[in-house]
């Protein structure tokens, strides 16, 4: 950590004698108007590379830090206006100049574009690659971490200007839609030419002007012209150096992108970490479907009967070995018939080693146990798209997508207790099977056959198959159920599930322009489901004989159908800087569930109103205001009498007669985004209040609990704030500051009695980077985060830093460090760990072949901690990760 130190002032020295002059000045029309987001560049004369570049403010304003006694080309240039190309010799002293652009062609704007790092078009920001490129980037990731306003978290999802990136591109083409995570771990950095974020994005061009879409963001990325036309890519395989165990990765990737057609192809074997699709990517992969009833007012949202097979922290876990292959396409049938799609297989063997404690809140009762967990999982998604437009009134879309999944965990526990004073341990096995199957399909049609008219009909369908299976081998006898036999060496509790879905979304949008700036938007829409639910519980005695457990407490034979018949009405104008949408949705629900021979059914009428505000205060700059009622509803889980076991000391009973919960939300954003400076400034605070929230009541005895849900008559409320401030520096410089703060109240009941909790959860990040092209660069940041769940605070201080440094133009140097300081507010739980990995890899000038010693993990730091809340119960865990590995790898580029 001192080494890294004292490289940073190494740095800051380097900077300090650097000594260049500011040249700052207004670009403004012929009628001295300002001008804002013209592009300014200086070429300096003799060595012909670009020494700085700006775009103007709101004022006109540029600003340039250039070299003392250098002639540069100053080249300007902005939309609708003709180029401008000055020479200016800059001295020791600072300049200010005035430059006066005149209306006409832009006949040398798309090079200026080119040559510029970061220009403005619209409602596009174009980033050029080779501008923030040091050497040592390999992949997509690497490269967006050091443009302004962008940001890649730790499940690879892209962040622009604060808002999440929902579609990437190649080439214009979908890149495994519905994901990023993938585009940005596997695409080479050289192969970049330039990265496009779409903002106000809208798949479909006939509805752009009449939806609101200032936070649909899309990213695409165009490729150097040696890398159109060609197959391109590479292959890598290596091996760990000095390790008792055998330690491997092989990882090939293939691309190829033509006008016609494109094809990528990425494969990865490996044990020592690396997981290109983790389980939890698995489920929130969305194959690119939206939810088309976002404005109807009502959510009624299938849940899953996943039996919670646990999941890795950060991708970390005791062992873990994958095998993954995927593909992507896309072919031009002709100019107006697209066909893409994907296909994706994962298998993984993971082992898990976890320590956890858990305090049942009101009770002083508490639970200690040591998990480990052996985890089988084969995963597939596949995805197949049309889109036929022959012209610009007429589009037709379809889309298949489907996910299936073996998933098989197998866990040893031994549990320790500690129930009104008195302790007691034994050994618990658990097994978890799963095989669910899902398939979407969606259907859209878009017309418009006048300038004043638009047609939209959307449908999407869904069907899914989920057949859980739980066993729970344990000494103790957690629940009493009838038809059970006692006395037993053992109790052998296990549990068949089978949940099948299916639900069809349809709705008509018709749009009629009013004027120029106002549409009236008529919607027709329905939401049905219906859904299938069936379980049965058994007993395996000590001989093996098998105890059905078939009275109707133990089993389930359900049904629940629910349709939503409703009709929208929304006004949208735009007026100055200000843009209002209305409107109102009236909704007829049916909901109908029958079970144990008794039919439950509710039919009623709600009218729900919604407003959107949007301020433009500059081009760059926005205010928003969103407010809207919801229903919702939940799905056959939540409804089912017949006991369910959750987990071998968690019994559930749904409730048959549970009715919906309204949401009444409020939400406040502002964005700034300031090319002079590359300023970006994000804000959001969300208010949410729930009347007749469906709760839990739970009764605990010992540590195993029995729980009922109900419509409580007590409002849940939730504040979710957001705040975000980056800035570059002099080209060199980017700095951060992020926090976010999460405040609910929450209603149960607990034992008979009614508790209402508050936890708030806090995180604080600040981030320093600088980006050179000769001298090594660092990263160096810090994260605090506090959670707060009302009978214990967690704490976590959170250090890190990151070197790399491309040197004697053949070698690239990378590290990462972490440190983590884990403490609870009454001490009684403390930890200290931390994480470095580092890379140093030789490749020649022009030559195919890359050389590579890697090491993960080099402290051999042996856990990581997490703490978690669920209303009832606090819990904090210690997970085991994978020892320090040291890999020698050899990479082929095409």
């Known amino acids: ?74 080249k300007i240039s902005y939309i609708g206006f003709s180029p401008l190309e000055e020479t200016v010799a800059t001295k020791s002293e600072n300049l200010t100049k005035v430059f006066t652009l005149q209306e006409g062609v832009e006949l040398e704007g798309v090079e200026i574009v080119r ?6 078009k619209g409602d596009t920001i174009v980033y050029n690659a080779d501008s923030f490129k040091t050497g040592t980037e390999r992949k997509l990731e690497d490269l967006l971490k050091k443009m302004p306003g962008v940001e890649v978290n730790a499940d690879g999802e892209i962040e622009v200007e604060g808002k999440k990136v929902q579609k990437l591109m190649v080439e214009g083409k979908d890149f495994f839609d519905g994901d990023t995570k993938l585009g940005v771990k596997n695409i080479p950095a050289d192969a970049i030419d330039k990265v496009q974020v779409l903002r106000n994005y809208n798949e479909n061009s006939i509805l752009k002007g009449v939806e609101n879409n200032q936070d649909n963001i899309a990213m695409n990325i165009k490729l150097k012209e040696g890398k159109k036309n060609f197959w391109f890519g590479d292959a890598t395989a290596g091996i760990g150096v000095a390790h008792e165990e055998k330690r491997y990765v092989v990882n090939p990737k293939l691309f190829y992108y033509s006008p016609k057609y494109s094809i990528n192809l990425i494969t990865n074997s490996n044990n020592i970490g690396e997981l290109p699709l983790t389980m939890r990517d698995y489920f929130k992969f969305t194959g690119g479907f939206r939810s088309m009833m976002a404005k109807g007012g009502s959510s009624f949202n299938i849940s899953s009967n996943d039996l919670g097979i646990s999941m890795m922290r950060n991708n970390r876990a005791k062992e873990i070995e994958t095998h993954f292959g995927a593909t992507n396409f896309s072919y031009n049938v002709s100019k107006a018939w697209s066909l893409s799609g994907f296909g994706i297989l994962s298998s993984s063997i993971t082992d898990l080693e976890t320590k956890s404690q858990t305090k049942i809140l009101d009770t002083g ?7 480990f967990s052996h985890q089988k999982s084969n ?21 298949l997508f489907g996910k299936l999944s073996q998933q098989d965990e197998n866990n040893n526990l031994l549990r320790e207790t500690l129930i009104n004073s008195v302790s007691s341990s034994e050994n618990i096995y658990t097994n978890k099977k799963q095989n669910p199957t899902s398939l979407n399909q969606n259907l859209s049609l878009f017309y418009t056959p006048t300038d004043k008219h638009i047609f939209a009909y959307e449908m999407q369908h869904l069907y899914q198959e989920e057949d ?29 599930r089978f949940v099948k879905t299916q639900k069809i979304d349809a709705k008509l949008d018709y749009y009629y322009m009013l004027t120029p700036k106002s549409n009236l938007n008529i919607t027709l829409g329905n939401t049905n489901s219906h859904q299938r639910f069936n379980s049965s519980i058994f007993q395996i005695l000590d001989d093996g004989t098998k105890n059905n457990l078939d009275t109707p407490e133990n089993t389930n034979d359900v049904k629940y159908d629910f349709n939503d018949a409703f009709i929208g009405l929304h006004y949208k104008i735009l007026t100055g800087k200000f843009t209002f949408t209305p409107g109102f949705s009236v909704h007829a629900y049916t909901m109908k569930n029958q079970q144990l021979g008794t039919t439950y059914k509710q039919d009623f009428f709600r009218i729900l109103p919604d407003f959107y505000a949007l301020y433009q205060i500059k081009k760059s700059e926005t205010f928003t205001y969103n407010f809207s009622f919801t229903n919702s509803f939940t799905d056959i889980n939540q409804l089912v009498e017949g006991k369910i076991l959750q987990g071998y000391s968690s019994l559930f009973s749904g409730n048959p007669i549970l009715e919906n919960a309204t949401s009444q939300q409020h939400s406040l954003s502002y964005f700034k985004y300031n090319m002079f400076n590359f300023e970006n400034i994000s804000a959001m605070v969300n208010y949410v209040r729930t009347v007749d929230p469906i709760k839990s009541s739970i009764i605990f005895d010992g540590i195993n609990q029995t729980a009922t849900p109900f419509n409580s008559n007590f409002a849940d409320e939730s504040i979710n704030a957001f705040g975000m401030y980056g800035r570059s520096f002099l080209r060199y410089y980017k700095a951060s500051l992020n926090a976010s703060l999460n405040w609910s109240k929450f209603n149960n009941i607990q034992n008979g009695n009614l508790r209402i909790l508050e936890n708030f959860t806090q995180s604080y990040t600040l981030s320093l980077s600088t980006n050179y092209k000769e001298l090594p660069n660092l990263q160096l940041g810090y994260n605090f985060m506090i959670n707060d769940y009302s009978e214990d ?9 990151k070197l790399d440094y491309y040197f004697l133009k053949s070698f690239s140097f990378v590290a990462d460090y972490e440190f983590y300081n884990y403490s609870n507010q009454s001490n009684t739980i403390k930890n200290q760990y ?13 030559s195919k072949w890359e050389y590579k010693i890697s090491g993960t993990n080099l402290l051999n730091t042996t856990s990581l901690n997490d703490d978690s809340f669920s209303q009832f119960i606090t819990r904090t865990s210690q997970y085991r990760v994978q020892p320090r590995y040291v890999i020698f790898s050899l990479k082929y580029n095409l």
């Not at 003799?46 to 570049?53: E, L, P, Q, R, W």
């Not at 040559?115 to 403005?120: A, N, P, W």
């Not at 605070?793 to 830093?801: D, L, M, S």
Request: glycine content about 4%.
């Open 793 to 801: 605070v967690f704490y976590t201080n959170k250090p890190f830093a």
């Open 379 to 399: 995963m597939g998604l596949f995805k197949l798209s049309s889109s036929y437009k022959p012209n610009a009134q007429f589009q037709w879309d379809y889309d």
């Open 834 to 846: 931390d994480f470095l990995s580092a890379s140093l890899i030789y490749q020649k000038k022009n």
């Open 1 to 74: 950590m001192k080494k890294l130190l004292f490289c940073f002032i190494i740095l800051i020295s380097a900077v300090s004698i650097a000594q260049n002059i500011r040249f700052e000045g207004v670009i403004q029309d012929h009628s001295k108007s300002p001008l804002e987001m013209a592009n300014v560049m200086a070429i300096n004369q003799s060595t012909k590379a670009m020494d700085g570049y700006s775009i103007t403010n709101d004022k006109g304003k540029f600003l340039l830090s250039l070299k003392p006694n250098t002639t540069y080309l100053i």
């Open 365 to 371: 009762n508490e639970q200690k146990s040591e998990d």
């Open 115 to 120: 040559e510029m790092s970061v220009s403005i």
């Open 468 to 496: 859980p299976f739980y066993n729970a081998n344990l000494q103790s006898q957690p629940f009493n159920l009838q038809g059970y036999v006692v006395g037993e060496n053992r109790n052998n509790y296990n549990q068949n």
